[in-house]
């Protein structure tokens, strides 16, 4: 793990691939209560293949450095650290990977500052009015408070509960236990952890989302839309329309594939980012 200081604290993130890759870099934004390491299967196969990424760990309850207590902790606010983030390592031409909450982050950024960003892949995520997506928005409200998050997540401790549909079971075909209990333990430890989210959750509004997703098509950018058909919170239906909401975007399936489409099928969505030519439109 590497780090880095930015003006709203500290990021924690992994580099995979080449330092002299010629491929343009991937960055790579996460959901709520996950860290980057969802992306290392991903980011394995690309480094694989020469192309270098970088997967921090942002303010959303799973880092493990607590933001600065004035750190803008809204969409918005998370959105231009990521841009902070990409002007600290000047990244240019990037290849924006964002799935789940991710994905929201990805458009408020693109909405901010689009400068730095050559191209979007976006797997299941929030879009339009859609943030979150029931149950999730049934789940988040029971966290909107620092007592509220402590008391509520107390459950996550047992993977039982922590892999069902309460917790985490939604999101993906098949969990790694490890992982998915790194994911919970900063809120479940840390009170500076859970401000951190908790005050992201406060300050989240589907109408600014929906908002933002008026002003996609001034983005000139190639966009892939690589959905998970399988998913029960955020339809195909969602990922269609979404793709209609930019200038240049295709749309592709993923049979079987959740939420998290990087766990379910990292070869076919390592493909899409690597191979962007080869992604065919999906008709409607």
Request: aromatic share 8%; glycine share 8%.
């Amino acid at each position: 793990m590497t780090t880095i200081d930015l003006p709203h604290g500290t990021v924690s993130y992994r580099i995979a691939g080449p330092a002299d890759a010629t491929a343009p870099p991937v960055v790579f934004v996460h959901a709520f209560l996950v860290d980057g390491s969802v992306w290392s299967g991903v980011a394995d196969l690309l480094a694989a293949r020469g192309i270098r990424s970088y997967s921090p760990d942002w303010p959303l309850g799973a880092h493990r450095i607590p933001v600065r207590p004035d750190a803008d902790q809204s969409p918005r606010g998370v959105a231009r650290q990521i841009a902070a983030f990409l002007e600290a390592l000047d990244l240019r031409d990037v290849t924006l990977v964002g799935n789940d909450t991710g994905g929201a982050l990805c458009q408020f950024l693109l909405d901010l500052d689009s400068s730095r960003i050559g191209r979007l892949v976006l797997t299941n995520c929030d879009a339009f009015d859609t943030f979150p997506p029931f149950p999730y928005n049934v789940i988040f409200r029971l966290l909107r408070g620092e007592h509220l998050m402590r008391i509520n997540l107390q459950p996550m401790r047992w993977r039982a509960f922590r892999h069902s549909p309460l917790g985490l079971g939604l999101l993906a075909n098949k969990l790694d236990p490890g992982q998915t209990r790194a994911w919970i333990e900063p809120s479940l430890r840390s009170r500076e952890i859970r401000r951190d989210a908790v005050r992201f959750l406060q300050a989240m509004d589907a109408k600014e989302l929906l908002d933002v997703s008026t002003r996609m098509k001034n983005f000139a950018g190639p966009v892939q839309i690589v959905w998970g058909t399988a998913d029960r919170a955020f339809k195909p239906e969602l990922g269609q329309r979404l793709r209609r909401a930019f200038r240049n975007a295709t749309f592709i399936e993923v049979p079987g594939a959740r939420t998290f489409v990087h766990l379910d099928a990292p070869t076919a969505l390592a493909d899409h980012i690597g191979a962007p030519s080869s992604a065919q439109p999906k008709q409607d």
